[in-house]
């Protein structure tokens, strides 16, 4: 079962234009959803995080958008460029008290930025 | 600082045979994570430790077990391995309660 719902599996953009990868959960004990970049033959790198209390995170030409209500959240690159050309991963973190924390990932999405 | 380092980076087994994926982080981090990564189903949690001494089982533990002697050290035992097994193997590793997590480059593993 899949904890984290991403979409779309794949995304091609035009330079300049702007990217959107969107998500959903629904176990309301998460309490961080993080991002992450992954270039080919590498590990994911995080890109930005948002609290479920907090609506929008903006840094540099990425902004998270949270929907605390529809249980929704999206990544946005605004000005995409060919170096954003990369699997992106939408994660949720869920903290356990005696254990420590869980990240549930969804499926990732593959951004083709073309020139 | 060397990151979270994973050795090795390439690995074929035969059906049946076991191996050990090292995994090694130099940041001091209570935490650390194993995860597979397969072709369309992203990351799912394997095992996870928050100590020395302590581990949990993840998301798809069968298969696979771990061991924490050491902060540094979080190695991923196959016993038995399986084509079901094939897959990119990610070890990271965080801060006690933080949600960022330091991914190491991957140890890719094909079972025949």
């Known amino acids: 079962q899949q904890q984290v719902k991403q979409s779309p599996q794949s995304l091609i953009v035009q330079k300049g234009g702007i990217s959107i990868i969107n998500c959903a959960y629904e176990n309301t004990a998460f309490d961080y959803f993080p991002w992450y970049q992954q270039f080919p033959g590498k590990g994911p790198a995080l890109l930005i995080a948002i609290r479920p209390d907090v609506s929008e995170k903006k840094e540099g030409r990425f902004t998270i958008s949270f929907n605390k209500s529809a249980k929704q959240f999206s990544l946005h690159i605004m000005d995409s460029q060919p170096g954003d050309s990369a699997t992106y991963f939408c994660?949720?973190?869920?903290?356990?008290?005696?254990?420590?924390?869980?990240?549930?990932f969804g499926t990732g999405t593959s951004l083709t930025v073309i020139p | 600082n060397a990151g979270v380092t994973q050795t090795p980076k390439f690995r074929i087994l035969k059906i049946g045979q076991s191996m050990t994926l090292q995994c090694a982080q130099d940041?001091?981090?209570?935490?650390m994570y194993w995860y597979r990564q397969d072709p369309g189903m992203g990351l799912k949690l394997i095992y996870y430790s928050v100590g020395a001494g302590i581990t949990d089982k993840g998301e798809v533990p069968n298969g696979y077990n771990v061991s924490r002697s050491t902060t540094e050290d979080f190695p991923l035992r196959l016993e038995l391995a399986a084509p079901s097994q094939t897959s990119v193997y990610f070890c990271a590793s965080g801060r006690g309660y933080s949600y960022e997590q330091y991914f190491g480059p991957g140890t890719r593993l094909t079972v025949t």
């Open positions: 994660a949720a973190r869920k903290q356990e008290s005696n254990t420590g924390n869980q990240f549930y």
């Open positions: 940041m001091n981090h209570n935490y």
